[in-house]
Nanobody, 117 residues
Framework: QVQLVESGGGLVQPGGTLRLSCAAS????????MGWYRQAPGKQRELVAT???????NYADSVEGRCIISRDFVKNTVLLQLVNLKPEDTAVYYC???????????WGQGTQVTVSS
């Protein structure tokens, strides 16, 4: 089993910066994908950014140019920085891990991010 614990989030002003972190623990296969998804009210969960082991980052079009995802592959942590926040960035943000050994997906509990003045 894999556990994901997120931190960060809360209320952020438009134009501000969001920093989220996630730590994975448990039985983690070394080849995996970690990243972030988000779900706004009334909408489906959508990709924000992912970073596979040994590969570069992938960003959603909606955050391209505003987002940086970084990983510590030893500590099994993933960080998300999103700048120039917009009201449409408001959502619950979920940390995500896919194990490439068996294809299992794991999710964090989610953290609310609200962009408002």
């Amino acid at each position: 089993q894999v556990q994901l614990v997120e931190s960060g989030g809360g209320l952020v002003q438009p134009g501000g910066t969001l920093r989220l972190s996630c730590a994975a623990s448990g039985s983690i296969f070394r080849l995996n994908v970690m990243g972030w998804y988000r779900q706004a009210p009334g909408k489906q969960r959508e990709l924000v950014a992912t970073r596979p082991t040994g590969s570069g980052p992938n960003y959603a079009d909606s955050v391209e140019g505003r987002c940086i995802i970084s990983r510590d592959f030893v500590k099994n942590t993933v960080l998300l920085q999103l700048v120039n926040l917009k009201p449409e960035d408001t959502a619950v943000y979920y940390c995500y891990l896919r194990s490439l050994s068996d294809g299992n997906d794991y999710w964090g509990q989610g953290t609310q991010v609200t962009v408002s003045s």
